[in-house]
């Protein structure tokens, strides 16, 4: 489950709308399905003109056209918005260097300038997307697209959260767009659509304030801030009236993948009865943002806009099984002191005091909400080998407990001897049906015989070409680890992924590849895969004391692509 509040998704979601806001390079692609999500309500939220027969080259005579302006959505924020299914309406904005930090400022634009006259360059983009086709697989693409030639758009307000409210009016011409350099150029004897004056507001907000120090304005800002002072039910500044924080579990070094990359906490659990449901566990949370710990001490503050090494949240009725969080608590002072720091490592000791109060999902703090004062807790994430009376096998800490096994033998089970290998052989399915590819990963899949572990749970073998030049020819697979940065990589996922294995040694020999579909021929040859963990950041593998392993039928299997 991934937790409510994650500071590195917050900043690099900034950065992305950023990014997509002021780049050419994100400008809409018209042969592909817009990425805007469309509405979702049976009935068309725009009606849909007849064709113009015989349409000036000079735009006069263009049809008229209706779309619910009502409709308009934020897509990107202060940069993107849409409006409409069939046909819809984008606005586009990549304006530059406004302080309000989006693409978009208050004013009324020339559609017909310069700049606005062709869609390469333009800042404030207006296009209409019409006739949308769907493919067999379910997506699909506009066949007309259309672009501004001449009129006006004015912005009248643009609040906090990149919403605006304004008026268009515009004459907009058939186009095609080159898909590399996003230059428009206009269909000879193409249609044309005209936009009277029309409203448009994509949901502009006004804060609500009158008498209130502190608190939500309800629109995802804040009335003002309490400095070291509470924020009262009646939206006022008070003094801090917090309980204590009881006794917590161990911290343990947690690493959690998301789509921004691997996020890394200290994670503890509240004891005894807890803060909200007795029955249900709290998380108290100290989030790494610096790749790099350094000893030192790290000052605490509620301004989530500048945080760069560490920051603390506390999460009540933490209910992982149904994904359900109770209420959040985020640190509003105090400071984390790292007392030692294991060098390479995001493992240290250290100690903390701090102060955590009731937010919002806007991360504001909650009028009204409980606060908790932490005194004098400590952590210890430094992880010490354990290898007593061991000679291999991992020795806990992403080490080897001696010299490790030769190549063919491996840990027992208590890690006191290097054994013989006694593998179980499994042969591959050549059969279409029992085969998969994914061109984007270079991934082939198939089934094997007999089925091992659960035989009501599927078992898979994956061979995956990670940069790997050339590809042609024989390749020896011992000595390799997933986490190479390049190779040939062997997997099995036993029981739907319950357990996996990967190669200990076998030869790879690739006869035909064909780089632009992906199709293949390759023979195994002495193939064997033992069972491993696999390191969820760095993706190293380390061979189970004790683990099965499977010795594969030398084969050949041919892939079609795609």
């Given at each position: 489950m991934?937790?409510?509040?994650?500071?590195?998704?917050?900043?690099?979601?900034?950065?992305?709308?950023?990014?997509?806001?002021g780049?050419?390079?994100?400008?809409?692609?018209?042969?592909?399905e817009?990425?805007?999500?469309e509405?979702?309500?049976?009935?068309?939220?725009s009606?849909?003109?007849?064709?113009?027969?015989?349409?000036?080259?000079?735009?006069?005579?263009?049809?008229?056209?209706?779309?619910?302006?009502?409709?308009?959505?934020?897509?990107?924020?202060?940069?993107?918005y849409?409006?409409?299914?069939d046909?819809?309406?984008?606005?586009?904005?990549?304006?530059?260097?406004?302080?309000?930090?989006?693409?978009?400022?208050?004013g009324?634009?020339?559609?017909?300038?310069?700049?606005?006259?062709?869609?390469?360059?333009?800042?404030?983009?207006?296009?209409?997307?019409?006739g949308?086709?769907?493919?067999?697989?379910?997506?699909?693409?506009?066949?007309?697209?259309?672009?501004?030639?001449?009129?006006?758009?004015?912005?009248?307000?643009?609040?906090?959260?990149?919403?605006?409210k304004?008026?268009?009016?515009?004459?907009?011409?058939e186009?095609?767009?080159?898909?590399?350099?996003?230059?428009?150029?206009?269909?000879?004897?193409?249609?044309?659509?005209?936009?009277?004056?029309?409203?448009?507001?994509?949901?502009?907000?006004?804060?609500?304030?009158?008498?209130?120090?502190?608190?939500?304005?309800?629109?995802?800002?804040?009335?003002?801030?309490?400095?070291?002072?509470?924020?009262s039910?009646?939206?006022?500044?008070?003094?801090?009236?917090?309980?204590?924080?009881?006794?917590?579990?161990?911290?343990e070094?947690?690493?959690?993948?998301?789509?921004?990359?691997?996020?890394?906490?200290?994670?503890?659990?509240?004891?005894?009865?807890?803060?909200?449901?007795?029955?249900?566990?709290d998380?108290?949370?100290?989030?790494?943002?610096?790749?790099?710990?350094?000893?030192?001490?790290?000052?605490?503050?509620?301004?989530i806009?500048?945080?760069?090494?560490?920051?603390?949240?506390?999460?009540?009725?933490?209910?992982?099984?149904?994904?359900?969080i109770?209420?959040?608590?985020?640190?509003?002072?105090?400071?984390?002191?790292?007392?030692?720091?294991k060098?390479?490592?995001?493992?240290s000791?250290?100690?903390g005091?701090?102060?955590?109060?009731?937010?919002?999902?806007?991360?504001?703090?909650?009028?009204?909400?409980?606060?908790?004062?932490?005194?004098?807790?400590t952590?210890d994430?430094?992880?010490?080998?354990?290898?007593?009376?061991?000679?291999?096998?991992d020795?806990?800490?992403?080490?080897?407990?001696?010299?490790?096994?030769?190549?063919?033998?491996?840990?027992?089970?208590t890690?006191?001897?290097?054994?013989?290998?006694e593998?179980?052989t499994?042969?591959?399915?050549?059969?279409?049906?029992?085969?998969?590819?994914?061109?984007?990963?270079k991934s082939?899949?198939?089934?094997?015989?007999?089925?091992?572990?659960?035989?009501?749970?599927?078992?898979?073998?994956?061979?995956?070409?990670f940069?790997?030049?050339?590809?042609?020819?024989?390749?020896?697979?011992?000595?390799?680890?997933?986490?190479?940065?390049?190779?040939?990589?062997?997997?099995?996922?036993?029981d739907?992924n319950?357990?996996?294995?990967?190669q200990?040694k076998?030869?790879v020999?690739?006869?035909?590849?064909?780089?632009?579909?992906?199709?293949?021929?390759?023979?195994?040859?002495?193939?064997?895969?033992?069972e491993?963990?696999?390191?969820?950041?760095?993706?190293?593998?380390?061979?189970?004391?004790?683990?099965?392993?499977?010795?594969?039928?030398?084969?050949?299997?041919?892939?079609?692509?795609?």
């Amino acid at each position: 489950m991934k937790k409510f509040f994650a500071i590195t998704v917050i900043l690099l979601s900034m950065m992305t709308f950023v990014a997509c806001g002021g780049s050419k390079k994100e400008k809409v692609d018209p042969t592909e399905e817009p990425t805007s999500e469309e509405p979702t309500s049976e009935e068309p939220t725009s009606e849909e003109p007849a064709d113009p027969t015989e349409p000036s080259e000079d735009g006069d005579g263009c049809t008229g056209i209706s779309i619910d302006f009502s409709s308009l959505t934020m897509y990107y924020e202060g940069s993107f918005y849409y409006a409409g299914e069939d046909p819809m309406l984008y606005l586009e904005f990549y304006q530059e260097g406004n302080d309000n930090g989006f693409d978009v400022t208050e004013g009324t634009y020339d559609l017909g300038n310069e700049a606005n006259s062709n869609y390469s360059t333009c800042t404030e983009c207006i296009s209409i997307l019409k006739g949308y086709v769907e493919d067999e697989e379910g997506s699909g693409s506009y066949e007309k697209r259309f672009f501004q030639k001449s009129g006006s758009l004015t912005v009248e307000v643009i609040d906090a959260n990149g919403e605006i409210k304004g008026t268009i009016a515009a004459k907009l011409i058939e186009v095609t767009i080159n898909s590399e350099t996003f230059e428009s150029t206009p269909v000879e004897g193409g249609a044309c659509f005209e936009i009277e004056t029309a409203a448009f507001d994509s949901g502009i907000c006004i804060p609500q304030c009158d008498g209130k120090q502190c608190g939500n304005d309800g629109c995802g800002g804040s009335c003002g801030i309490c400095e070291g002072k509470a924020c009262s039910a009646d939206f006022q500044c008070v003094p801090f009236n917090c309980d204590k924080l009881g006794e917590v579990s161990e911290f343990e070094l947690v690493a959690e993948d998301s789509w921004f990359g691997t996020n890394y906490y200290y994670d503890a659990y509240t004891t005894g009865n807890g803060i909200g449901s007795a029955s249900v566990p709290d998380l108290l949370e100290i989030g790494l943002i610096a790749e790099e710990l350094k000893e030192g001490k790290v000052t605490l503050t509620s301004d989530i806009d500048n945080i760069t090494d560490a920051y603390v949240l506390l999460y009540e009725d933490y209910d992982l099984e149904n994904q359900s969080i109770g209420k959040y608590y985020f640190q509003e002072s105090g400071t984390l002191e790292f007392t030692e720091v294991k060098e390479g490592t995001l493992e240290s000791k250290g100690k903390g005091s701090f102060r955590l109060v009731e937010i919002d999902t806007d991360y504001i703090p909650v009028a009204g909400g409980k606060c908790f004062e932490v005194e004098n807790i400590t952590w210890d994430t430094i992880c010490v080998p354990q290898c007593d009376g061991k000679i291999c096998g991992d020795d806990g800490c992403g080490g080897t407990c001696g010299e490790g096994c030769g190549e063919d033998l491996t840990c027992n089970a208590t890690q006191t001897e290097c054994v013989p290998y006694e593998c179980e052989t499994i042969a591959l399915s050549n059969d279409d049906a029992d085969k998969t590819f994914d061109n984007t990963y270079k991934s082939y899949r198939t089934t094997y015989t007999p089925n091992t572990g659960d035989a009501e749970l599927d078992d898979l073998f994956s061979m995956q070409l990670f940069y790997v030049d050339p590809v042609l020819g024989e390749h020896d697979l011992a000595g390799t680890n997933y986490k190479d940065d390049a190779g040939i990589f062997i997997l099995v996922w036993e029981d739907e992924n319950a357990k996996s294995y990967f190669q200990q040694k076998g030869k790879v020999n690739i006869t035909a590849y064909d780089e632009t579909t992906g199709a293949i021929t390759v023979s195994f040859k002495d193939l064997r895969v033992e069972e491993v963990s696999i390191n969820s950041s760095t993706y190293e593998t380390r061979p189970v004391a004790g683990g099965k392993c499977y010795e594969v039928t030398d084969t050949t299997l041919t892939y079609a692509g795609e």
